[in-house]
């Protein structure tokens, strides 16, 4: 709203019913046609690769927001994609600040290099109030303190958190805040993160209302040391959605007290893993690569189980009982696995329902 900038046909941005995407990769794209977006509940925005940093003269990153804030209010925006774009942090965390009076809910950064300082701390969090931040593939000229910095734009009540291709998960815990609300943490997607890294991820004492973590393609070796990790970050989860390097792990593992959900569907097991929690509501080893229904002494004492998509089992069969006490279950779909995923499991019992 506070851009200023000449119009030039044709219209970058199409708006259809409560959805509108702009393509900004037009050699000198008019930023004034994302006004078309303005009653939309869903936008998208391709800023097509270019550095945003000429727009530092012709933005006021802290003007005074009085006169718009009526008009931001009305918004129907709820959910923001912004992908393909070199961006200053002054104009991101100045987007922020007046996307604060806005009901914005969900907010995804893909593919962006931000650059520059960022503005002086604040007290208080002046950005919107989401439930979801997806970030994949940003980087950051402050490196490891980038969480930190973002957090203080956002208000507290984050509830979904989901970081892939991150250049930096060693993120500077002394000086992140906690997340009170945060109860959804998906770091799938990272390769090179592992078990070291995920305990540097993993704030101690920063994620006290955390329930579900994934953690797929992320450098996971062995249960034994997936269950170290979490240990040493301090977290209890009641669901954990993962992929292994090992398969086979190890049998000594002190898994998280309240885990009942553990999924390990499309991670190419052979076998059943050692080392598993003892007791479980939910496990999904849905389309691995089991040639053989496993036995009791095999799984642990589970409500629920999914063995989906297997070999073993014929083609025309979807469900049976074990042990007349474990269902075997439908698995969700391959594009479901990352964090939709995981907000299945924190349905617990009532996925399998």
């Given at each position: ?138 980087s ?13 734009w ?29 109860s ?71 898994w ?5 959900s ?36 095999e ?29 075997t ?25």
């Amino acid at each position: 709203l506070l851009v200023h900038a000449s119009p030039a046909p044709p219209e970058p941005c199409e708006l259809d019913e409560e959805s509108c995407s702009c393509n900004f990769s037009d050699p000198k794209p008019d930023w004034s046609s994302a006004f078309n977006c303005l009653g939309a509940a869903d936008v998208e925005l391709y800023g097509g690769g270019r550095s945003l940093e000429y727009l530092l003269k012709r933005v006021d990153t802290e003007a005074d927001l009085g006169q718009f804030t009526d008009i931001i209010k009305s918004l129907s925006l709820k959910r923001l994609t912004v992908r393909a774009a070199r961006i200053p942090s002054r104009i991101l965390f100045g987007a922020l600040r007046v996307l604060g009076i806005s009901g914005l809910q969900e907010l995804t950064l893909e593919n962006l290099e931000v650059t520059g300082t960022a503005p002086p701390p604040l007290l208080e969090a002046t950005g919107p109030d989401l439930n979801i931040l997806n970030l994949r593939n940003v980087s950051w000229a402050t490196r490891d303190a980038w969480l930190a910095e973002l957090q203080q734009w956002l208000k507290p009540g984050l509830k979904v958190l989901s970081i892939a291709q991150a250049h930096s998960l060693n993120f500077s815990c002394e000086q992140v805040r906690v997340f009170p609300a945060l109860s959804t943490l998906d770091l799938s997607d990272n390769p090179e993160l592992g078990e070291r890294g995920l305990i540097s991820a993993l704030c101690p004492l920063k994620f006290p209302t955390l329930q579900v973590l994934a953690l797929r393609n992320a450098g996971m070796e062995t249960p034994s040391g997936v269950c170290s990790a979490l240990a040493a970050a301090r977290v209890q989860l009641q669901g954990l959605d993962l992929r292994l390097r090992d398969a086979a792990g190890a049998p000594s593992c002190d898994w998280p007290s309240q885990l009942n959900s553990l999924n390990l569907s499309f991670t190419g097991l052979k076998q059943v893993p050692k080392g598993l929690p003892a007791k479980l509501s939910v496990l999904d080893l849905s389309y691995n690569r089991l040639d053989r229904n496993p036995s009791p002494d095999e799984l642990p004492q589970v409500g629920n189980l999914s063995l989906k998509g297997n070999p073993f089992l014929d083609s025309e069969s979807h469900s049976e009982k074990y042990n007349s006490g474990v269902v075997t279950a439908g698995a969700p779909s391959s594009q479901a696995v990352a964090l939709s995923g995981t907000l299945a499991l924190l349905l617990g019992d009532r996925l399998f329902v």
